[in-house]
């Protein structure tokens, strides 16, 4: 059983594949608490220390916003955190899988691929991306778009913030003029199955199986849960982002290299979602 160690596995993302794919391997968790990937000694200890096949890097600063006002914390985490991680794995002769982002993409010339050019826009685009070339073709780099999954106490994801919102009868006020390529987390898991399995060095991209705007994706999770359209107000992209920089316009991310898994579409995750609750 190959024994893959992971920063991030607490988190959104991490925890459900951990969850989904430990009948398969033997995960090895390195939380925060016992390494900070931005300590080069301390990364050099554990991960030194520690007996694994593959290194999944998932811990990020993910705060899109934040990031614009804490510019050097997204990239001494997403940038140099990675290096730090990397240069220790590798050293060990090791696999290494590293998660990145589809907003690596600024969402002016959609749709993008995994052989499309970056244009990071904003701070968090800009640190992830960094961390991307730090890697060059050694390593596999699989960016995601909006992951969301059925329940998740310790954060709530885009999905889950729009039903909430719903079911609580507070109004939304969403973009007509954007587009997002929702990801069930449950289907990335699957997708890295396959990917740790079958390493190769390269990206991928595994993403959503189709693309809808903001609005019509609040108004989706409104028809399938029952819940009051009418509360669903509607924006543009232009006023949106006067409050909350660095989101990319068209985030129409799709994968010609993802032929060993199928991806759902954002009807299909909330149908899955359904039947999980």
Do not use: C
């Amino acid at each position: 059983m190959l024994k893959i160690a992971l920063t991030g596995a607490d988190g959104l993302v991490g925890s459900r594949i951990v969850e989904l794919l430990s009948p398969d391997f033997e995960f090895l968790p390195l939380p925060q608490s016992e390494m900070d990937i931005t300590n080069v000694d301390q990364v050099k200890k554990v991960v030194g220390d520690t007996d694994f096949d593959i290194f999944f890097h998932l811990a990020a600063y993910t705060n899109v916003a934040g990031a614009e006002a804490n510019r050097d914390l997204a990239f001494k985490i997403n940038r140099d955190g990675t290096k730090n991680v990397f240069d220790v794995a590798s050293a060990k002769g090791k696999k290494f899988v590293y998660i990145s982002t589809d907003f690596i993409f600024d969402g002016k010339n959609p749709p993008y691929y995994e052989d499309s050019t970056p244009s990071p826009s904003g701070i968090y685009a800009a640190s992830k991306f960094e961390g991307e070339k730090i890697l060059s073709d050694e390593a596999t780099i699989v960016r995601i778009s909006y992951p969301y999954r059925a329940s998740f106490e310790i954060k709530r994801d885009f999905f889950r913030t729009f039903k909430t919102y719903l079911e609580q009868k507070k109004p939304l006020t969403m973009i007509t003029d954007s587009l997002m390529t929702p990801t069930f987390i449950d289907d990335i898991a699957y997708g890295l199955k396959h990917l740790f399995n079958n390493f190769t060095p390269g990206i991928f991209h595994l993403v959503g199986g189709n693309s809808l705007s903001p609005y019509d994706a609040a108004t989706l999770v409104a028809d399938k849960f029952g819940l009051d359209k009418s509360l669903i107000g509607k924006t543009t992209y232009e006023e949106y982002i006067k409050n909350k920089p660095g989101l990319p316009k068209l985030a129409d991310i799709r994968s010609r290299k993802n032929v060993f898994w199928k991806m759902k579409t954002f009807e299909e995750g909330i149908n899955e979602i359904i039947k999980q609750t």
